[in-house]
């Protein structure tokens, strides 16, 4: 029995290693293969003028924005 689960193991290794994981050509032309490398794959330019601004304001107003909404709704008149 543990004779058959080594050579299983053994062929099951010998076909992974012969087989070639590329991509073709016609694979890399296709319309949905997006370019790679630094910031690419955001959203976002962090390269324009008064980006640092616009990311702390948007940080600062999605922090706070559930604290001011919890001291309005315990502030106001029921």
């Given at each position: ?22 991509s073709t050509s016609r694979a890399n032309a296709s ?35 559930p604290f001011g909404v919890a001291v309005w709704q ?5």
């Amino acid at each position: 029995m543990l004779s058959r689960a080594a050579v299983r193991a053994t062929s099951s290794t010998s076909a992974v290693a012969r087989r070639g994981f590329s991509s073709t050509s016609r694979a890399n032309a296709s319309p949905y293969h997006y370019p790679e490398g630094p910031r690419s794959n955001i959203p976002f330019n962090p390269l324009t003028k008064f980006f640092a601004f616009r990311y702390w304001t948007f940080m600062a107003v999605g922090f706070g924005a559930p604290f001011g909404v919890a001291v309005w709704q315990t502030k106001k008149n029921k």
